[in-house]
T-cell receptor, first 117, second 113 residues
Framework: AQSVTQLDSQVPVFEEAPVELRCNYS??????LFWYVQYPNQGLQLLLK??????LVKGINGFEAEFNKSQTSFHLRKPSVHISDTAEYFC???????????????FGTGTQLKVEL | AAGVIQSPRHLIKEKRETATLKCYPI?????VYWYQQGPGQDPQFLIS???????DKGSIPDRFSAQQFSDYHSELNMSSLELGDSALYFC????????????FGEGSWLTVV
């Protein structure tokens, strides 16, 4: 079984400041890692993903995340946030399995990023 | 690019009524997932289908059922609705196999009154 911990339920930050949203996971098998963003009253949009290769992945809207296997973390960062980044951010893991089907994403509890002027 | 299509987007039902949500996955995606997101909560996995067969089951109430049809679209049927069923229901799809990205629809808002 997998679990995802997002330590910060809310992160207030001023516009143009940097931000880091933390995500730690636990799993008995290897996992793929994802960050999704949910704007108010909207669906889940994929921000970025780590499947393999370079541990630093870049996503849409200037976000990036770094996979740290030893610390089982996948923190999301942006060097300069904008008002439009205000949203709920979910970290999620997907177990690496050999057979097709049967996989499911496990989500963290989400972090509300609030960007203020 | 085509995305996951869900209908209806909004639905209001009374207690004890029945509701059906539909999901049309991205073309050539063979796996469909259903998630439930309560107010202020993270999405909870309900059920998934791979090649029209149920592949995994999560915290789906017995009052709920789902299936995937020959054209790969899926329907989530919810009966004897309760106030606590009010939530955003997401459908997601992927092309099967491990490591393929799961794409979500915009969700269907169900309000039970």
């Amino acid at each position: 079984a997998q679990s995802v911990t997002q330590l910060d339920s809310q992160v207030p930050v001023f516009e143009e400041a940097p931000v880091e949203l933390r995500c730690n996971y636990s799993s008995s098998v290897s996992v793929y890692l994802f960050w999704y963003v949910q704007y108010p009253n909207q669906g889940l949009q994929l921000l970025l993903k780590y499947l393999s290769g370079s541990t630093l992945v870049k996503g849409i809207n200037g976000f990036e995340a770094e996979f740290n296997k030893s610390q089982t973390s996948f923190h999301l960062r942006k060097p300069s946030v904008h008002i439009s980044d205000t949203a709920e951010y979910f970290c999620a893991v997907l177990p690496v399995l050999l057979t097709g089907g049967g996989n499911k994403l496990t989500f963290g509890t989400g972090t509300q990023l609030k960007v203020e002027l | 690019a085509a995305g996951v299509i869900q209908s209806p987007r909004h639905l209001i039902k009374e207690k004890r009524e029945t509701a059906t949500l539909k999901c049309y996955p991205i073309p050539r995606h063979d796996t469909v997932y259903w998630y439930q997101q309560g107010p202020g909560q993270d999405p909870q996995f309900l059920i998934s289908f791979y090649e029209k067969m149920q592949s995994d089951k999560g915290s789906i109430p017995d009052r709920f059922s789902a299936q995937q049809f020959s054209d790969y679209h899926s329907e989530l049927n919810m009966s004897s609705l309760e106030l606590g069923d009010s939530a955003l229901y997401f459908c997601a799809s992927s092309s099967g196999g491990s490591g393929n990205t799961i794409y979500f629809g915009e969700g269907s808002w169900l309000t039970v009154v």
